[in-house]
């Protein structure tokens, strides 16, 4: 049985990713791993290691140490925190992908997943139907350190065959962990104010659309990439994923459904700016041939799985 690490454990991405993953394939199988301490349910739900992505010693001596065939890289600043933090943003994000690129390089490790972002695409970039391949201006640290990210994974397979792969996440939606630092976080801070307060002031203005995606649609595009046969992957920078598609606006409008008291205001700050540049919905017809990815979950569905697991865990 492969044995996998998900080194950014305690992120968004990473805590459902390990939990996941350890039905899949046995707790003793997967190991987490993380600079702090994930939630209950990781910390003991199987080994986790304490480790820092850009302490590459560390990083060898835990794969030697349970057999390490799969690392995740899931460490990162993300895009408005970077924009505070741009020094430690390059640093973390570059870093700590080098330091395992550098590992499969000497054969300590056989496959990697990188996430990279729909940051990497900039006001120049098609704002609809984004295609795979297109013009790519991030302007935003984060979406800087993920292009740079991408052309190095590809380089990395070119020059010395690392099957590394990666997918380009859009704004994640998830009630089981709280925001991380990203621009779409509003996706989720609006259901938690619909709970607890009946009213919210968005960061975004009310008709910024972005792409977006459940998160159970999101682990489970990681799961089914890092599963697809090698001769499947054509795409080695990294692949367009879609989920949903909506603004602030057409999500208020679905929890009003539910919530009919609900109120939301609009006071768009420094990271409206940022999703400016970005687009407002993502083709995956790549993803989709290559490995028949394909979305599940639709904004409907999704208000209304939020509302019912936050009433239950909020109030």
Known sequence: MSRKLIIGSSGQIGTELVIELRKIHGSDNIIAADIRKPIDEVLFGGPFEEINVLDKARIKEVILKYKIDEVYILAALLSATAEKKPDLAWKLNMEGLFNVLDLAKEKV???IFWPSSIAVFGPSTPNR???Q???MEPTTVYGISKLAGERWCEYYYNKFGIDVR???YPGLISYKSLPGGGTTDYAIEIFHHAIKHKNYVCF????????????DDAIRATIELMNADVSKISVRCSYNISGLSFSPFEIAEQIKKVIPEFDVSYNPDFRNEIAKSWPSQINDQVA????????NVDLEQMTEIMLKQLKVVLV
């Open 133 to 135: 391949q297109t013009i």
């Open 288 to 295: 989709r041939k290559d490995w028949r990815w394909k979305p």
């Open 204 to 215: 975004l203005e009310k008709n910024m659309g972005l792409p977006m995606m459940y998160m």
């Open 109 to 111: 490790i056989n496959k």
């Open 129 to 131: 139907n984004t295609p």
């Open 166 to 168: 990666s997918i380009r």
